[in-house]
């Protein structure tokens, strides 16, 4: 079965600081990909990454940076100078290769962290 | 914005009606999935469509059903409510093979 843990439930940052969510997988699979998302107040999921699990290489977009260490199980997710529109509850989901050829598969989630930023 | 729609936004039921919840793919893509997340928590799997059959269904009794349509649209139907199914339905559509899931507004489900 798979199992993603987000132990952070809550973060309080003030704007400008730096900010890390962590993100520990679970997954018998050697061929699975890795998510973060996050939800606004408006509720929809808003896709942010997806990670191979052959791919280790860390990634940088902008502000944000992901840590993908597969020794360690982690999926850790960095936002730098923190913006008060970066509040929102962010998401991690684990995904294992499709049975069914095309398709796309389900997504297990945490039960993500909440990232208040105040000014 | 995803392209993805849902309606309707806000909807109360009682406890033991049914109710059917709409999802409009975006353009292009062939597979639809639905996710029920409860106050505080991860949306959780309900089922998944691709080219109108089921493709994988999580831990939902069958009194949740649904439907994809020719032009990849679908409906979450849910039977006999009870207090628990409160919660946002979220669908979020893919692309064949494509892993990436876009996600819609959600429904706001409350079962009195």
């Known amino acids: 079965a798979q199992k993603v843990t987000q132990a952070q439930t809550e973060i309080s940052v003030v704007e400008k600081e730096d900010v890390t969510l962590d993100c520990v997988y679970e997954?018998?699979?050697?061929?699975?990909?890795l998510f973060w998302y996050k939800q606004p107040p408006s509720g929809e999921l808003v896709f942010l990454i997806r990670?191979?699990?052959?791919?280790?290489q860390n990634e940088i977009s902008g502000r944000y940076s992901w840590n993908f260490q597969k020794s360690t199980s982690s999926f850790n997710f960095t936002i730098t100078a923190s913006q008060v529109v970066d509040s929102a509850v962010y998401f991690c989901?684990?995904?294992?290769?499709?049975?069914?050829?095309?398709?796309?598969?389900?997504?297990?989630f945490g039960t993500g962290t909440q990232l208040k930023v105040e000014l | 914005e995803t392209g993805v729609t849902q309606s309707p936004t806000h909807l109360i039921k009682t406890r033991g009606q049914q109710v059917t919840l709409r999802c409009s793919s975006q353009s292009g893509h062939n597979t639809v999935s639905w996710y029920q997340q409860a106050l505080g928590q991860g949306p959780q799997f309900i089922f998944q469509y691709y080219r109108e059959e089921e493709n994988g269904r999580g831990n939902f009794p069958p009194r949740f059903s649904g439907l994809q349509f020719p032009n990849y649209s679908s409906e979450l139907n849910v039977n006999a409510l009870e207090l628990d199914d409160s919660a946002l339905y979220l669908c979020a559509s893919s692309f064949d093979s494509g892993y990436e899931q876009y996600f819609g507004p959600g429904t706001r489900l409350t079962v009195t």
């Open positions: 997954t018998r699979d050697t061929t699975y990909y």
């Open positions: 989901a684990l995904s294992s290769r499709p049975i069914l050829t095309g398709g796309g598969n389900k997504l297990t």
């Open positions: 990670r191979n699990s052959f791919d280790e």
